[in-house]
């Protein structure tokens, strides 16, 4: 599929064959992470022009046609204008050439916006699951909007900070292959948890340890919710056929009542209400013999599929048993995967392979 030019509207009379221009909108631990590699990828000799001429975040933006030094981005946005001034679509396009919108916020105004960008010509490259992940309407739009523009959209970043998930499901149906079910520990942060949680010391010690590696969301409680899960195994369910709805997940929450309910700077001092409840799941377990994993599963019966996301207690020999750290691991069953599934692990979470595998999609698209 060629790239197409921005719309006629928009487009410069002169564009730039070969140039590749990158607004990223978002400057966090991922985008952060992003910007530092951007920067060094100018020590590379890749072949390409790639020029960052915009960045901003939800308090300020910055912009420059002619091209903004990666390592200076941060710096410039606390004495740049209001975000909302600036369209990063102005930038993109004064030079002409390939346009790509990087999205690494955790905004739904934003992801609203994706399928405008990709209307424009302007490709989307993204971390967010909030475009593919929510409400079925958005992910028609988009892929719609994809199809008709010839715009790409790029989401490697959204299940497994970059694994091979989506590039596999999407192979397996292009060759043929109908997938039956797929199950995994899609979560990072809660990988991390339940591998590192040994039912003796506090399960709140652990979130903390989580939430300051960078593993856990901004507001933790959207992974232990299974919230985060479901969307990725929206995204997940979509890629393989299935055209879900958000309710046709069913979630178990592991956040109480109580907690829920607390504004997002009070929670600190209550995680420990985390404690008793899981002490008594990792001591069921652990007289089984079994392992705690937080699993979201896929399954095709009688024509019906069911979607689930929630802890489980697995046998130590349970492929989804296994594992360490944050890394994820998903098994597919397919029409040639019927008997014994295929099983991708690795790394699932953390800002700078979710920086990488942004970067490798915008890589992916200028070479395109």
């Known amino acids: 599929m060629r790239a197409q030019s921005p719309s006629r509207a928009t487009a410069p009379t002169q564009a730039r064959a070969g140039a590749v221009s990158v607004a990223l909108l978002g400057v966090g631990t991922v985008g952060h992470a992003f910007l530092q590699r951007l920067h060094h990828l100018r020590a590379v000799d890749t072949g390409l022009q790639i020029r960052l001429v915009h960045v901003s975040n939800s308090r300020a ?19 740049a204008g209001d975000p909302h001034s600036a369209d990063p679509a102005t930038a993109l396009h004064a030079r002409g050439g390939t346009a790509i919108v990087v999205d690494a916020t955790a905004s739904d105004a934003v992801a609203r916006r994706h399928s405008r960008w990709l209307a424009r010509g302007v490709h989307v490259v993204t971390a967010s699951k909030l475009g593919r992940g929510d409400a079925l309407a958005r992910w028609r739009e988009i892929e719609q909007t994809r199809r008709h523009s010839g715009a790409h959209y790029g989401d490697s970043a959204t299940v497994g900070a970059g694994l091979p998930l989506l590039r596999s499901l999407r192979a397996l149906r292009e060759g043929g292959d109908g997938i039956s079910s797929l199950a995994g520990v899609m979560s990072g942060s809660l990988a991390w948890l339940f591998d590192s949680y040994d039912g003796l010391r506090p399960f709140s010690g652990f979130l903390r340890q989580a939430h300051a590696a960078g593993y856990t969301e901004p507001d933790p ?148």
Not at 63 to 78: K, Y
Not at 253 to 276: K, N, Y
């Open 61 to 79: 933006a910055v912009s420059d046609p002619e091209g903004l030094q990666a390592g200076e981005a941060r710096r410039l946005l606390t004495s």
């Open 221 to 368: 409680r959207e992974d232990l919710s299974g919230e985060d899960v479901r969307r990725k195994l929206l995204i997940l369910a979509r890629a393989s056929g299935f055209a879900l709805e958000a309710g046709d997940v069913e979630v178990e929450s592991l956040v109480p009542p109580s907690l829920a309910a607390l504004p997002r700077v009070d929670l600190d001092g209550h995680w420990s209400e985390l404690d008793v409840p899981m002490r008594e799941r990792y001591a069921q377990a652990y007289r089984r013999g079994e392992r705690l994993r937080h699993v979201a599963r896929l399954q095709v019966v009688n024509g019906r599929v069911r979607a689930k996301v929630g802890l489980e207690s697995l046998p130590a020999e349970d492929p989804l048993a296994n594992g360490c750290g944050t890394d994820n691991r998903v098994a597919i069953w397919s029409d040639r995967y019927a008997v014994q599934p295929l099983v991708i692990q690795g790394p699932g979470a953390g800002a700078d392979v979710t920086a990488a595998a942004l970067l490798d999609d915008v890589l992916a698209i200028a070479r395109h």
